[in-house]
């Protein structure tokens, strides 16, 4: 079992955030650099899905790793 973690945008990611997640997360903090100051910042939570990460911004947000090892950053999808 993995555990999850929270932490501030703009805050380095924790040690348990996967270095292949880090500079897709640093894209879309620079993406939404401008409404994450107006909104004073959001969070990350870092959690395991089947196995694998996932990162979702609440700002609508999420960067994660697919089954074929491929980095995605997105909208968050219903």
């Not at 932490?7 to 894209?27: D, F, K």
């Not at 939570?45 to 995605?72: I, K, Y």
Request: aromatic share 6%.
């Amino acid at each position: 079992m993995q555990l999850g973690t929270r932490w501030a945008t703009g805050a380095e990611p924790p040690a348990s955030v996967p270095a292949e997640l880090r500079p897709a997360i640093a894209e879309v903090e620079a993406r939404l650099a401008e409404s994450l100051r107006l909104s004073k910042g959001g969070h990350w939570t870092l959690t395991w899905l089947e196995g694998r990460p996932l990162a979702e911004l609440d700002a609508g947000w999420e960067v994660l790793l697919t089954a074929s090892g491929e980095v995605v950053a997105r909208p968050f999808q219903d």
